[in-house]
């Protein structure tokens, strides 16, 4: 990896918009901390490691921790190449704006449009977590029945999520300012909690770290023997370590973002894995009972492991940390979906691009793709209020659609080294801030392996992932490829027959006030690159 420096001053106060035809209309006073704090926020250690690790403990038993450093090194690779791509171009919807410049626009609208979608989704997942929560915090937050019920139980998560969603969109609303304020006092109260977890199981310690060997005879049984039982567990570390690219998302809104976004990039990840991985592991080392069936219960999982094993008195503030987690998990996913909306419709390429595409001129943030992220996560909550397998079933096709999502950057990157279009050097001709250097191939090569290997593992059509109890249907078994074939195959049909005859940087967004001859939609300039012309990719 090769640090290096360079850019003119042009290129530097635009910071790369002006090559994609845009100027800038951000808020541009997000800091090095802040940059990392979405990162980490999105990963969030205190929602996802909470939120299933019952689900991975359950099916493979304590050696399911494995699944962990396996998804990191995975995730490692990936998260350098986005740190590279990040350092190049630092723009909003960093995944679809990136492919605009390493395929053709059918792939680059492919990439957003999943990762669009995914995101809404994850949201509406993510929100779910309070569940898990609240109620241990204060039983009157279970506002139907005593929470055994499993339909009451999916309900309540509904009401207490939705409630989530609306306080998100109003933080995202009124400015970015305000978002990576409350993003990173949450994410500082997060880490500390961590840290302060870690602290109190290690002094519980009562066996040793070969606890990660057993399997406890859970998963013997599993039609693909133990191996398929691990590799449905591993959906619970899986879940856990994306999101990083939230940073890079984040560009036109951070200060030197061609230096902060890659270091906010992979620092989110390496903290998320030691934070993580050490909870996991001391915990397994001290929890009292590795036998007690609320390990692999939804209703106690991690949070019982914890209290069980530090003790009640700690029982609240913990608790609370984990409420704060959460809200900033859900608020970070907010805020990376509502810049891939923005960004899609700043090139007019999601309908009614114009009204999502608009700047509030007082918070000088997209208002309109705020309200209309958290309408849709709403609704996703709403049509599954009776369905007590939400929980999974959302979690499974979130992860999934986002690996796809990260998949149609890597491999057309991996295409663009192998034809010797990448590294891309900058305008004046220099280095990237960062790049990769000669680890670039192998690094990309392995990024894109571990992601077709692990979007395959968490597509799978599991009857124990996305219908576990009955009633047993078949599609609910083959729900997540079939909702990707409609959603995703029917978004690109949509964008071919339509929307790209439509296509261009909106004329309130653009550089250049021109309108290039030829585009059929009025107040649009359409800026061209050769390398986003339709081709083999």
């Known amino acids: 990896m090769e640090p290096t420096g360079g850019g003119t001053a042009a290129a530097e106060d635009s910071h790369g918009l002006d090559e994609y035809g845009y100027k800038p209309g951000l808020e541009r006073s997000i800091g090095s901390f802040a940059s990392f704090a979405a990162g980490v926020s999105y990963i969030s250690i205190l929602t996802g490691t909470f939120q299933l690790f019952y689900f991975g403990y359950g099916t493979a038993g304590p050696s399911y921790l494995w699944s962990w450093p396996a998804v990191f090194v995975g995730q490692l690779m990936v998260a350098l190449c986005f740190a590279e791509l990040s350092s190049r171009y630092s723009v909003a919807g960093s995944l679809y704006n990136w492919t605009k410049r390493l395929a053709s626009p059918t792939v680059a609208w492919a990439a957003g449009w999943t990762m669009l979608v995914a995101s809404v989704?994850?949201?509406?997942?993510?929100?779910?977590?309070?569940?898990?929560?609240?109620?241990?915090?204060?039983?009157?937050?279970?506002?139907?029945?005593?929470?055994?019920?499993?339909?009451?139980?999916?309900?309540?998560?509904?009401v207490l999520g939705t409630v989530v969603v609306v306080f998100t969109t109003l933080v995202n609303a009124f400015g970015v300012k305000l978002m990576s304020r409350i993003n990173s006092t949450g994410v500082f109260v997060e880490l500390i909690a961590a840290v302060v977890i870690i602290v109190l199981l290690a002094v519980h310690i009562t066996r040793g770290p070969e606890v990660v060997l057993?399997?406890?005879?859970?998963?013997?049984?599993?039609?693909?023997?133990?191996?398929?039982?691990?590799?449905?567990?591993?959906?619970?570390?899986?879940?856990?370590?994306?999101?990083?690219?939230?940073?890079?998302?984040?560009?036109?809104?951070?200060k030197d973002p061609r230096r902060t976004a890659p270091r906010a990039v992979l620092r989110a990840v390496v903290a998320s894995f030691v934070l993580g991985g050490l909870i996991l592991l001391f915990g397994l080392m001290a929890v009292p009972n590795l036998d007690d069936p609320e390990l692999a219960s939804s209703g106690g999982g991690l949070q019982h492991l914890v209290l069980s094993t530090v003790g009640s008195g700690f029982g609240k503030p913990f608790l609370v940390c984990v409420v704060v987690a959460v809200l900033v998990c859900s608020l970070a996913v907010h805020t990376a979906t509502i810049r891939m909306m923005f960004a899609m419709a700043r090139d007019?390429?999601?309908?009614?691009?114009a009204k999502l595409a608009r700047i509030s001129p007082k918070h000088r943030t997209p208002v309109v793709p705020a309200v209309v992220v958290g309408v849709l996560a709403v609704v996703i909550l709403v049509v599954n209020v009776g369905q007590p397998q939400i929980f999974l079933v959302l979690t499974s096709l979130a992860v999934g659609m986002i690996y796809l999502a990260y998949l149609l950057v890597t491999i057309p990157l991996l295409v663009a080294r192998l034809r010797g279009r990448w590294p891309a050097p900058m305008p004046d001709g220099s280095k990237a801030p960062f790049t990769l250097g000669r680890w670039g191939l192998p690094v990309n090569v392995v990024a894109v392996l571990w992601g077709v290997g692990m979007m395959v593992n968490l597509l799978w059509p599991r009857a124990e992932v996305y219908n576990p109890a009955a009633p047993f249907h078949w599609y609910l078994k083959w729900g997540a490829l079939l909702f990707i074939a409609v959603v995703v195959g029917g978004g690109i049909v949509y964008y071919r027959l339509r929307l790209r005859h439509h296509s261009g940087v909106l004329a309130d967004h653009a550089s250049t006030p021109t309108v290039t001859t030829g585009s059929s939609s009025p107040g649009l300039s359409t800026i061209v690159d050769p390398q986003e012309k339709e081709g083999p990719l």
């Open 121 to 158: 989704v994850t949201l509406a997942a993510v929100v779910l977590a309070v569940q898990l929560t609240l109620p241990q915090l204060w039983p009157g937050f279970q506002f139907f029945g005593d929470g055994t019920n499993a339909t009451d139980y999916a309900l309540n998560a509904v």
């Open 214 to 254: 057993e399997n406890r005879g859970v998963g013997v049984d599993h039609s693909g023997g133990y191996l398929g039982a691990f590799l449905v567990a591993a959906l619970a570390s899986g879940y856990v370590m994306y999101g990083f690219d939230t940073a890079s998302s984040l560009g036109e809104e951070t």
């Open 348 to 353: 007019n390429n999601l309908p009614a691009g």
